[in-house]
């Protein structure tokens, strides 16, 4: 069996994640991270990033733990 998953390291811009560098897998159909983040605005949730229309993965909101 073969994987077919293709990542690349990006490095995100804003919010509370900002200049971390994580992988991202390029063959998601919705392109967007929820990251685990102690610092975001809800106790143990989520902090989301996307990319923008030039590529560059910035900061959306966050989202409580919760959340689905």
């Known amino acids: 069996m073969s994987d077919d998953t293709i990542t690349i390291k990006v490095e995100l811009h804003g919010g509370p994640l900002d200049g971390r560098t994580v ?10 991270i929820a990251l685990p983040n102690d610092g975001c605005a809800y106790p ?8 923008d229309t030039a590529g560059r993965w910035v900061w959306q909101d966050d989202q409580p733990a919760d959340a689905s």
């Open 23 to 32: 992988p991202v897998s390029l063959t998601d159909e919705d392109p967007w």
């Open 44 to 51: 143990g949730g989520r902090s989301l990033y996307a990319p």
